[in-house]
């Protein structure tokens, strides 16, 4: 599992308890036989210095080993306090949705471009479905998220699909 803004703090957890690798990334990979860069997001392209300074010391092995000393019911409360992020608020979308989407298809652009050799790049972090092919067989892919938009991907050497599920 790529990590994404918090999951870096689950530690030993997720291996020890459910077998999940979590890896922290950004990573190069092959996903359905496509050479791949996968990424959470946070922190990708120019620019919001602020937030790149705050992760490395909210990431830091530090603060990790300092949080944890906090019981979960404040620390989840202290998250939800100081989180600007849509999930954290219940809002479908928040001021800086458009601009984090449109910042990461940049990133993605930019990686595609200088690296032909490249399929397909994944990011998550802005929660934004979106599929764009490139040219044919190159593809940026947000897969969205579960919560808000009950989005997914498919990967293969076939395609690549995003698929929404409906109740009906």
């Known amino acids: 599992m790529l990590g994404g803004n918090h999951d870096s703090w689950g530690g030993r ?4 308890e459910i077998g999940v690798e979590l890896l922290a990334g950004p990573i190069r990979t092959q996903i359905g036989d496509r050479p791949a860069y996968v990424a959470h997001g946070d922190g990708l392209g120019r620019g919001d210095w602020g937030y790149k300074a705050l992760k490395s010391v909210i990431r830091s092995r530090p603060a990790i080993a300092s949080f944890r000393q906090v019981h979960p019911d404040w620390s989840a409360k202290l998250i939800r306090t ?5 999930s954290r608020h219940g809002k479908r979308e928040d001021a800086g949705s458009d601009a984090r989407a449109d910042l990461l298809r940049a990133v993605a652009l930019d990686l595609l471009a200088s690296e032909p050799d490249l399929e397909l790049v994944v990011f998550g972090h802005c929660h934004r479905p979106e599929l764009l092919e490139v040219e044919p067989g190159r593809y940026y892919l947000n897969s969205g998220d579960w919560v808000h938009h009950c989005t997914w991907a498919q990967i293969s050497a076939s395609g690549v699909r995003l698929n929404q599920w409906s109740p009906r």
Not at 13 to 16: R, V
Not at 82 to 86: G, N, P, Q
């Open 13 to 16: 957890f997720l291996e020890d």
């Open 82 to 86: 100081v989180s600007r992020t849509e």
